[in-house]
């Protein structure tokens, strides 16, 4: 464990639960796409099936409950609870054209043709596009409240220190894997035009919008 | 190159 990894995980963990406020507290999902969260518990979901399996440490498994039960309890919350507030009409990114590729590939390339592995590196390539809807169904509004553009900025910034994390490791460790790095850095990437946005605005008090 | 046959990160 390093200190780019542990403030990357607090980072989404923080994410995490800024969007489970922004939902609560506004009782309201509008501006979230159900899409993206919906691929995000597919992520979680894919990724920790060796959560009874392989124990790693107290840490490990602990966070592993909490995101899949959060990644769930959003979409409880989007899909049930606050549903007649979710903007099905703004989130119109077409899944499938995500998902289908992506699991296409995680076949080619993988680490070993065994299914834990082809479900982790699914996982892997599926969380690096998973947040393309919201940034679509962003684009199409035009704008984002601000707790949720703070939600993206910490769900962005998790990824980012997960590159310095594995530079870390590289040096220190000799740990390095090409699939998670190389995903890592798409997902991080995606979020560029975002985290200028979010700078040059949020930060100057102003509300994210997008420039028409 | 070691590192993927656990994964340990999140």
């Given amino acids: 464990?390093?200190?780019?990894?542990?403030?990357?995980?607090?980072?989404?963990?923080?994410?995490?639960?800024?969007?489970?406020?922004?939902?609560?507290?506004?009782?309201?999902?509008?501006?979230?796409?159900?899409?993206?969260?919906m691929m995000f518990a597919l992520v979680f979901t894919t990724r920790y099936l060796d959560l009874i399996t392989n124990f790693i440490s107290l840490?490990?498994?602990?966070?592993?409950?909490?995101?899949?039960?959060?990644?769930?309890g959003t979409l409880y919350l989007m899909f049930l609870k606050f549903r007649a507030t979710y903007d099905s009409n703004h989130d119109t990114f077409r899944m499938e054209f995500l998902v289908v590729p992506v699991a296409g590939l995680s076949f080619l390339v993988?680490?070993?043709?065994?299914?834990?592995?082809?479900?982790?590196?699914?996982?892997?390539?599926?969380?690096?596009?998973?947040i393309l809807p919201q940034l679509f169904m962003i684009s199409k509004t035009g704008e984002a409240e601000t707790i949720t553009s703070h939600y993206l900025?910490?769900?962005?910034?998790?990824?980012?220190?997960?590159?310095?994390?594995?530079?870390?490791?590289?040096?220190?460790?000799?740990f390095f894997d090409l699939i998670a790095v190389?995903?890592?850095?798409?997902?991080?990437?995606?979020?560029?035009?975002?985290?200028y946005l979010y700078i040059t605005k949020v930060w100057k008090g102003k509300k994210l919008t997008l420039p028409a | 190159c070691k590192?993927?046959?656990t994964h340990d990160e999140l």
């Fill in chain 1, 1 to 37: 464990m390093n200190v780019f990894r542990l403030t990357g995980d607090i980072a989404h963990l923080l994410a995490i639960i800024l969007l489970l406020m922004k939902i609560w507290k506004t009782r309201s999902c509008a501006g979230v796409s159900g899409k993206s969260q």
């Fill in chain 1, 59 to 72: 840490y490990n498994t602990t966070m592993k409950m909490i995101f899949i039960a959060s990644s769930y």
């Fill in chain 1, 110 to 130: 993988n680490h070993d043709f065994s299914p834990l592995e082809i479900l982790w590196t699914f996982s892997i390539y599926l969380e690096s596009v998973a």
């Fill in chain 1, 153 to 174: 900025f910490a769900l962005g910034s998790y990824r980012a220190l997960y590159i310095l994390n594995w530079v870390y490791r590289f040096y220190f460790e000799g």
């Fill in chain 1, 182 to 195: 190389v995903a890592g850095c798409v997902q991080t990437v995606l979020y560029c035009d975002f985290f």
């Fill in chain 2, 3 to 5: 590192g993927h046959e």
